[in-house]
Structures are given as C-alpha cells and as structure tokens.
C-alpha cells in the first residue's frame, strides 16, 4: 500500500505561482509514473503533467509553459510548479502515482486563482 501527502494549494492572484507536492510513502518498490491531474468544478477529471521514472514529462496543451512537474526520487516526491495562473486553473488538483501494480490517488489539494 503507498500513501500520498499532497500540499501547496491556495489562493493565489492572476499571474501568480504556487508550487504543489506530493510525497509517496509505504510499500514503494517503484514510482513508475507520477502525474498531477485536475478536477474543475462541473469538469471532468483531467491530466495535467506527467513524468516517467528517468523520463520526459508531458504535459496537457493549456499548461504548456507554465507549470513544470519534476519529481525526487531519493525523497519519492513529485512537484508541480505552476507560474502565470489562470482563473481557468482553478480547480481540485490530485496526485497520481504508478507502483506496479497497482496506482493510486491523493486526496486533492485546492487551487483557487482569484483576484
């Protein structure tokens, strides 16, 4: 069983920053993979940022340039860094991870962008 702690959510003004983190803990063997996803309010979940062990991230088209995922592996531990949010960015972002083979999901963090 792997455990999730996600932090870093908040408000934040248009053009801001936040940093969330995600630290795995428990019966780690692996982090194969390990993403941000985002729940919007009336939305469906979707992918944000993504990143393979020893891979390259990917990332969805509307984030683009302004978020980047990075990922400790020592600490087990994926970020998002997240620059010039939007009022769109709002939305409930959860932690996802692959440990083979099984995944699982974080509770969810708030981001709220507002002025």
């Known amino acids: 069983q792997v455990q999730l702690v996600e932090s870093g959510g908040g408000l934040v003004q248009p053009g801001g920053s936040l940093r969330l983190s995600c630290a795995a803990s428990?019966?780690?063997?692996?982090?194969?993979?390990m993403a941000w996803y985002r729940q919007a309010p009336g939305k469906q979940r979707e992918l944000v940022a993504g990143i393979l062990s020893g891979g390259s991230p990917n990332y969805a088209d509307s984030v683009k340039g302004r978020f980047t995922i990075s990922r400790d592996n020592a600490k087990n531990t994926v970020y998002l860094q997240m620059s010039s949010l939007k009022y769109e960015d709002t939305a409930v972002y959860y932690c996802?991870?692959?440990?083979?083979?099984?995944?699982?999901w974080g509770q969810g963090t708030q981001v709220t962008v507002s002025s």
């Open positions: 996802y991870v692959v440990s083979p083979p099984r995944s699982y």
């Open positions: 428990g019966s780690i063997l692996s982090l194969a993979y």
